[in-house]
């Protein structure tokens, strides 16, 4: 039930903050990197420090602080349902056969898809709950989950620094459209789903009416 409650609060904050993103992302870049991980904030926090709006060893800290603070739950569902929680992560019967040799995997494999998994890409959380799956203490994947973190924040971080100004420009331009793109965001999270079941249900009456006229 923890468990459960937790993943929750974790989706739920991810919808509160998705259209807070392109305000947060101009006006506090470094605090929007530790809430959400994302990539684009380190960068854009990064270009800041260029022009000394944030101490580089700060952005660099709360980016990888952000990738990896609710990673531990992830291994928590692995360790706990094992199987279970990678069919619900993944419907990819690669991904699922991949997991399914969690057990039986070179610790050492388990180790560098844990660094790796921050890569474009690749199913982090699948990887995650194999590490929980396969009973990798958590200590130990901590200490890896944050190593992998670090290299994808340095990377990201230091191509933001070196764009500085020009990468300054950009968020500032998309801070002035703020309320738009947010509004959007929310449109699109509506309107989409909506959409989807429309044309579903469209198809069906009118699969079920060229039966109906198809002669006997």
Do not use: C
């Amino acid at each position: 039930m923890a468990l459960m409650g937790a993943i929750l609060g974790v989706v739920a904050m991810g919808l509160v903050l998705r259209p807070l993103k392109p305000f947060l992302l101009a006006s506090h870049p470094v605090t929007l990197e530790f809430l959400t991980g994302d990539l684009t904030a380190i960068g854009a926090a990064a270009a800041f420090a260029r022009i000394g709006e944030a101490p580089l060893w700060l952005v660099v800290l709360a980016g990888t602080a952000g990738m990896v603070k609710l990673d531990w739950l992830t291994w928590w569902t692995g360790r706990q349902w094992g199987a279970g929680i990678v069919r619900m992560l993944t419907t990819s019967t690669r991904a699922q056969r991949f997991a399914g040799r969690a057990t039986q995997l070179h610790p050492n494999v388990l180790r560098a898809a844990v660094v790796l998994a921050v890569l474009p890409g690749i199913p982090s959380a699948v990887i995650y709950a194999m590490a929980g799956w396969a009973r990798m203490r958590l200590a130990t994947f901590f200490l890896l989950d944050i190593a992998g973190a670090l290299l994808m924040t340095g990377l990201v971080a230091g191509l933001g620094y070196g764009s500085g100004q020009r990468a300054v420009e950009v968020v500032l331009l998309v801070d002035r459209f703020a309320s738009v793109v947010s509004l959007t965001l929310i449109a699109a999270a509506v309107v989409i789903p909506w959409a989807r079941r429309w044309l579903r249900r469209a198809f069906v009456r009118r699969t079920e009416q060229s039966q109906v006229r198809t002669p006997q």
